[in-house]
Nanobody, 124 residues
Framework: QVHLVESGGGLVQAGGSLRLSCAAS????????MAWFRQAPGKEREFVAY????????IYEDSVKGRFTISRDNAKNSVYLQMNNLKPEDTAVYYC?????????????????WGQGTQVTVSS
């Protein structure tokens, strides 16, 4: 059974940093696209960043460019999201997701596996 488990969320002041982790189990994700999405209260789930299995392709949502960095450790079947200079509008539940195969996507509907989410709250 496939599991994605996020950790690292919490409460931080504006301008602060957090590092989210996602540990995957149940299959090998080294060739899969790994991504982070987020969902704020009353809003739809939105794309944050993805990284291809090879690591060559990394794409970010415009509002997080220059502040967030996605990385992965295929040996540990894990993906990370380093978030710097956090803003109150970054407050959301952050989800890790995996898409089988090499084709990348920013659409949540194209991802096959999801974690349960971790709350990130940024105070002003």
């Amino acid at each position: 059974q496939v599991h994605l488990v996020e950790s690292g969320g919490g409460l931080v002041q504006a301008g602060g940093s957090l590092r989210l982790s996602c540990a995957a189990s149940g299959r090998t994700f080294s060739r899969d696209v790994m991504a982070w999405f987020r969902q704020a209260p009353g809003k739809e789930r939105e794309f944050v960043a993805y990284m291809s299995g090879s690591g060559v392709s990394r794409i970010y949502e415009d509002s997080v460019k220059g502040r967030f960095t996605i990385s992965r450790d295929n040996a540990k079947n894990s993906v990370y999201l380093q978030m710097n200079n956090l803003k109150p509008e970054d407050t959301a539940v952050y989800y890790c997701a995996a898409r089988g195969g090499v084709w990348t996507s920013t659409l949540a509907t194209n991802y096959d596996y999801w974690g349960q989410g971790t709350q990130v709250t940024v105070s002003s």
